[in-house]
Every structure is written in C-alpha cells, then in structure tokens.
C-alpha cells in the first residue's frame, strides 16, 4: 500500500539497541512517535499500522506487545472516548 506520509519517523539509540526487539517492532515504534504529534499519543488501530508495511492487524499486535513488554510504550484505553486505544511513549506518557 502506497501512501503520502509527510512525518518523519524518530527512533532513539535506546530503541535501535535493544536486541530483544525485533526490527518490525522498531519501525512502530518510529511510525508511533511520528503519529503523537499534537495530541501527544498515538490514536492508530492495528488496521492502519498493519497497512503501512503490509502487515496483519495480528503481527501489529505481536509488535506492540514486544514495545509494551520492554516498556517503551504504554496503551491505555480511554473508555470515556467509547474505548479509543491511546499508545504512549513510556518517556511522553502523563502521569
């Protein structure tokens, strides 16, 4: 799928060399950071993450497990805003 992206993807040193990440999970966690923007966290479904490299909304999930599992991440489910997922990066998340 061929899509018009005008962010950048950033991923920090700390992300890039942890070795019990996969490579799959590192490009998240760049296209995560790229999508907090404004709103400072990430408002993506599996669907859209999986689109963007091809991927099942099933191998999106096994990635994000791996982000959230080494604490890079954290996800939140804000059931005030009808259960919107929200992905935060473990260092940009409110407490």
């Known amino acids: 799928m ?5 962010y950048y993807a950033v991923i920090p040193a700390k992300i890039l060399l942890d070795m019990d990440l996969s490579s799959q999970a590192k490009l998240h966690y760049g296209v995560i950071s790229a999508l907090c923007g404004k709103l400072g966290y ?3 479904t599996n669907k859209y993450l999986g689109d963007i490299f091809g991927q099942s909304e099933r ?3 096994r ?3 791996e982000l959230k599992d080494r604490k890079h991440i954290t996800i939140e489910i804000d059931m005030m805003a009808g259960s919107e997922r929200k992905i935060y990066l473990a260092v ?3 407490e």
């Open 59 to 61: 191998s999106v999930q």
């Open 42 to 44: 990430c408002w993506a």
């Open 2 to 6: 061929e899509k018009d992206f005008s």
């Open 92 to 94: 940009a998340k409110k």
């Open 63 to 65: 990635y994000l497990s």
